[in-house]
């Protein structure tokens, strides 16, 4: 399980119960390459949906 990593996106494989995330690692990108003016810019690329 990620350590540390809270998140709300309760559709994704990984979320568990406390909006813990169960990956064992997340990859975090930015929409404009590889810098952000803010957190709206970043996404988390692990996501994947619940019911694939
Ligand atoms: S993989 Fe990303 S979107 Fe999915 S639960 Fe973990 S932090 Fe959230």
Redesign the pocket.
């Known amino acids: 399980m990620?350590k540390d990593?809270l998140?709300?996106?309760n559709n994704?494989?990984?979320?568990?119960d406390g909006n813990?995330?169960?990956?064992d690692k997340?990859y975090v990108v930015s929409h404009k390459g590889e810098t952000a003016d803010n957190s709206r810019e970043t996404d988390?690329?692990?996501?994947?949906p619940h019911d694939l």
């Open positions: 990620a990593v998140c709300e996106v994704c494989a990984f979320w568990a813990l995330c169960s990956a997340i988390c690329k692990t996501f994947e």
